[in-house]
C-alpha cells in the first residue's frame, strides 16, 4: 500500500517513513507544501498522512487545495497542534482523521488500518477471499485456518489483491502500491514475486490476464 | 469570564443624596432658627413700642375731676380697649378714688404696682384673661395726688402671632426644602447619567453583547473610557498572542517528543534495551499528557481573560458536529431543533474546546448515535445535552473521570485527558458539567450562564 507522507522534520519524517516501511508500507516523502501541491497521481495513495506546520504554507490550506482537486483518498493529519479548535477545522478542510504528535505507531498503523477499513465499507480489519483470510495488523495470513508463510513483499502483494479482488492490476499499478518511488523498480520483480505467491496459496487465485496484468479471484 | 468583585466603599448616588439632603436640612433648619428668633425679637420689639405708645396716651388723655376721680377726655384710639376681654386693657388709678377701667376689662383688674415711677415700667403679670404685659407709669399732679396709668396686653397675643408666623414659616421653608431636595436629586440623577451609561456599558461587555465600552461620554471620564477601551484591546491581544506563543511552545516540543518516542519503541523492540525503552516511553509519555493538559489550561484561562466575549448556539455547534459526524462516520450526530439561537456569555474557543472533548467522547462510546440539545433552563441559563447511546458509565467511573490520565478502556484511542481538562475549562468559564448515566447511555449536561 502507498502512503504519501508529508512531514518537513527531517528526523520525525525519516523515522515514520522506517516505520511504515517496515510495517509494508511504500511510502513516499514531501517536505513542503510545493512538493504535496505537485505531488503526481495521489489517487494511487492508499493513504495521505499530512503534518499541517509546514515551512512554506499552512498544511490545512494543501488539505482543501487537494480536496478541491479531487484528491478522494484518506488524509490523515498528523501535527503538533493539539486543539479541538485545529481538529475541528482539520476535519472539515477534508480530513478523515486526526492524530496529534507524539503518536505511539501502533496507534498510528491502527489509524490508518481503521481509515482503510472505512474507504472499504467494512467493520473489521481481516480480509476475506473464499478460504484465504489477511489480517493486515496482526500481519497474518491463513488459508482454510491453517497459517500461510508469507515474505514482507508476498504478504503486501497478496493484500493489494484482497484489498482490489476481482480488479485487473497492471504490473505498473502493483510496482506502484508496492515500492517507494525512490526504489529501483524492475517489472520481472513483479513476475517472480506473484509466481512465488502462486505457488504458496494456489495457482488458481491469480489470473493472468496478457497483454493487462493480472486478476485476483475473489 | 470570571468575575471578580472589589469590595465598594458604598453608592456614590447615596453619597450626594446624603450630602444634598444634609445639606438642604442645614440650610434650611439654619434659615427657619434666624428668622423665628428675628421675627419674634421684632415682632416683641413692636408690641413693647405700641403698649408704650398706648400708655403715653392714656397718660396724655387722662385727666382728674375735682374731686380726684380720674376720667378720659375721649376713649383711646384702639377699639380693642373697648371690647369686652379681648385681651388689652388699661386702667387708671387715684389713691382713695374709683379706678377709671377699659371697657374692655369687664371683670379683674390690674395690678397698678408697675407703675411706680414717672418713666414707663413694664412687667409680664397675670391680667384678667392670663398672663399680660403690662405697662405702667406714674404721673403726679400739681396737687400731689398720684395717678397710676396701667396698659395690659395678654402676652397670648404676641405668642399667637409669633406662633402664626412660624407655622407659615415652616410650610413655606418645608416647600423649599422639598423643591431643594427634587432639584437636588434631579441634578444628582442628571450629572450620574454618564456613570450610569458606563454601568451598562461594562454589564453589556460582561454579558458578552459588546466588545468595547461604547457610547459618548463627558470630558471627565471620557479619559477613563479611552483608557479602558485601550486595555481591554491590549488584553485581548496579549491573550491571542499568548496563546499563539503557548501553541507554538507546544509545537516545539511534541515534534521531538515524537522522535524520543520513535527512538524509545525501537529500543522496545530490542531486547537488551526493552526495559530502558519502556522508561522512556512512559516518560514521554507523560510529558505528552502534561503539554496537552497544561496547553488546554493556559489556553482556557487565556479565554477567559477576554472580556466581551459571547458564544452563539447553535452557530458553535454546526461546524464540530460536522467535524465529528467525519471523526466517528456511521454514527449519526443530531442537533434537535432550537426556536431561536441563545447567546451565551462565555469565550467561544473555550466553549467550542469542551463541547468538542464531550461530543468525541460521546462519539467514542455511542453505538448509533449521539443527541444534542440546546435550551435555556432559567433566566440566566443555558443547557447543553449531550447523550449517547453507549454503554454508559458506573457511579464510580462518573467520580473517577475528571482525573487526569484516566482512560476506561484502552481499546478506544484517546489520551484520558478529555474530561479533565473540560472539568478546568468548565471552572474556568463558570460552566457546570454534569455526567448522568442509564441504560440508554450516557447524558453529559453542561450549564452557562446567558
Redesign the interface.
Known sequence: MRILLVEDDPALGQRLGDRLRAADYAVDLATNRAEGEDWPDLDAMAAIILDLGLPDGDGLDLLRYWRSRGVECPILILTARGSWQDKVAGLNAGADDFVVKPVRFEELQARLQALFRRQMGRRDNILKAGSLALDPVGRMVTDKGEPVSLSRREFALLHLFMRRAGQVLSQADILEDLYDLDTERELNTIEVLIGRLRRKIGKDRITTLRGMGYRFEA | MSQTHTPSSGSLRLRFILAVTVWVVLGIGGIWFTATQVFASHIEEMYHEELEVHVRELARLTRLDADGTPHLDRPLSDPRYEEPLSGFYWQVSVAGRPTLKSGSMVRGGLDESVAHSPDIAHVVENGPTGPAITYGLLQTTADGKQVHIVIATDQSELEDDIAAFTHDLTAWLASLAALLLATGFAIISFGLRPLNRLGKAISRLRAGKAQRLEGRYPSEIAPLVGDLNAYIAQNSAIVARSRVEA?KL??????P???????A?RLCERESCATSGQVL?DQ?EAM?QQ??YQ??RT?SVAGALVPGSRAVLPDLLV??L??MR??H??KDFELAQMDAPLRVAVDP?NL??LL??LL?NAGKWARDKVGVSVTRTAADEVTIRIRDDGPGMTKEQIALASKVGTRFDHSV?GSGLGLAIARDIAEVIGARIELASSQQGLTASVAIRA
Open positions: 501553541g507546544a509545537h516545539s516540543l511534541r515534534t517528543l515524537a522522535v524520543i518516542t520513535d527512538e519503541e516511553l514521554a505528552r503539554i496537552e496547553l488546554a489556553s461546524p464540530i460536522n467535524a467525519r471523526l462516520q456511521g474557543v467550542a474546546e468538542s472533548i468525541d484511542p
